[in-house]
């Protein structure tokens, strides 16, 4: 088991670049810099579960798999761009976003989540 809990300490992080084709990330403001961890799953398997950081500015991207996430630490706002349906989001709010939805993160602080994906076809 592990253990995810709003603010507490989530261990080391790697830098995750905004590099995925597929994603096809477009910074909109200021410098966000992603990091994370995979702690199940990922490459190779159909789901994936970990912790993903981003520092504040803000970015498009196209999401890849289906992923139910709560926010651990931080304030962001996340907009579905297709409806323009936005949520604002702290720590202990959930989300689920659908496999390639369009959307617009705005960290207005860094932002922790812990995340649970699935992708049929695999990550």
Do not use: H
Not at 1 to 10: L, N, S, T
Not at 90 to 99: A, I, T, Y
Request: charged content about 25%; some cysteine; hydrophobic content about 30%.
């Amino acid at each position: 088991m592990i253990r995810y809990r709003p603010c507490d300490d989530v261990g080391p992080l790697e830098d995750w670049a905004f590099d995925n084709p597929a994603s096809n990330y477009r910074i909109l403001s200021g410098a966000p810099r992603p990091s994370g961890r995979i702690d199940v799953g990922g490459p190779g398997q159909v789901t994936r579960s970990g912790i993903w950081r981003c520092t504040e500015g803000a970015f498009e991207c196209t999401e890849q798999g289906d992923e139910l996430m709560t926010i651990l630490s931080g304030r962001c706002r996340l907009t579905l761009n297709e409806t323009g349906a936005a949520y604002e989001l702290g720590p202990g709010d959930s989300l689920f976003v659908r496999d390639r939805s369009r959307v617009t993160w705005e960290m207005s602080e860094t932002v922790t989540k812990v995340f649970f994906g699935y992708k049929s076809e695999g990550y």
